[in-house]
């Protein structure tokens, strides 16, 4: 089955212990990113991949870290997390390249840093 | 200004009604545009594309007007499982994977 897979699925931890949020797509897609979700405002892009060793910043890259070793795999690495990075987090994937393709989402991660 | 804008509602339609919602967005060199639809706290998932000329899945009618940099979608004959949240998204570039997020419109439809 095609899909996006992103662990864990509700995370607890405290401010400044290192974390890492995984995703995986199993659909040999080119693009991924990493989005955040809060109340009012909507999904905002922390950071994107075009493809393997390529990264670039989205709205929101402060405070977090990625890397795109392998074309399927892509995590969310908060170094020193704080309280203001308690959010919901999304990973998603997609061919990349044409201009109209369709953004699968892995289920979310709940992130409550105390 | 928000580089892309939607009214977040909520919207409070009975069954049957047609209901429209409106995205404006800011950059004129904006490539792509799509409406995604999300269930509370739930992965929003691609409802359509927008095209141009515009374009229609069965009830849902997707419009793009780069004159006044905005598009819409229209929902005929509402269903109970049309309560969601609409997302409108944007892509500025085709060189690019940045995209935009508006903050969500809320629907309700009520029986």
């Known amino acids: 089955e095609a899909q996006v897979t992103q662990n864990p699925r509700y995370l607890i931890t405290v401010t400044g212990k290192k974390l890492t949020v995984t995703c995986s797509q199993n659909m040999n897609h080119e693009y991924m990113s990493w989005y955040r979700q809060d109340p009012g405002l909507g999904l905002r892009q922390i950071y994107y991949s075009m493809n393997v060793e390529v990264t670039d910043k989205g709205d929101v890259p402060e405070g977090y870290k990625v890397s795109r070793k392998e074309k399927r795999n892509f995590p969310l690495i908060l170094e020193s997390p704080s309280p203001n990075q308690t959010s919901l987090y999304f990973c998603?994937?997609?061919?990349?390249?044409?201009?109209?393709?369709?953004?699968?989402f892995g289920s979310g991660t709940q992130l409550s840093v105390l | 200004r928000k580089e892309v804008e939607q009214d977040p509602g909520p919207f409070n339609v009975p069954e049957g009604a047609t209901v429209a919602f409106n995205c404006t967005y800011s950059n004129s060199a904006s490539q792509s545009f799509f409406w995604y639809r999300q269930d509370c706290r739930k992965e929003p998932k691609l409802l359509m594309s927008v095209y141009s000329s515009g374009n229609e899945d069965g009830r849902f009618t997707a419009q793009l007007n780069r004159a006044s940099q905005y598009i819409s979608l229209l929902i005929r004959d509402s269903k109970l499982s049309d309560s969601a949240t609409y997302l409108c998204?944007?892509?500025?570039?085709?060189?690019?994977?940045?995209?935009?997020f508006g903050q969500g419109t809320t629907l309700q439809v009520k029986p």
């Open positions: 998204v944007v892509r500025v570039s085709s060189n690019t994977g940045k995209l935009i």
């Open positions: 998603a994937s997609s061919f990349g390249g044409a201009t109209n393709e369709k953004l699968f």
